[in-house]
């Protein structure tokens, strides 16, 4: 027989869905930068954020920054972001 507790552990463990750190990371880019990213421009796969953008002009900001933003994301939000890639 399980106790109560083992069962209710599992429900601390639960970690929120991607899509809602997705929507955390692009609002947090979408303020930063003063851009406007949607959610099909981004994907978050195993703590690596890629962003499907064509202007070059961005990018560039993205990668000097890259540092600075993802030290922000991190404080930000629980998930852990490793890197950021085009």
Do not use: A, C, H
Not at 7 to 34: A, G, T
Not at 47 to 74: A, D, H, Y
């Amino acid at each position: 027989m399980n106790s109560i507790s083992n069962y209710l552990n599992k429900f601390f463990q639960i970690k929120p869905p991607e899509d809602y750190y997705k929507r955390k990371i692009i609002d947090f880019l979408n303020k930063s930068l003063d851009i406007n990213l949607k959610e099909n421009e981004i994907n978050v796969n195993f703590g690596v954020v890629w962003i499907k953008i064509q202007n070059n002009l961005l990018k560039n900001e993205i990668f000097l920054r890259k540092q600075e933003i993802l030290n922000e994301l991190s404080k930000r939000t629980e998930f852990v972001i490793k890197d950021i890639r085009f």
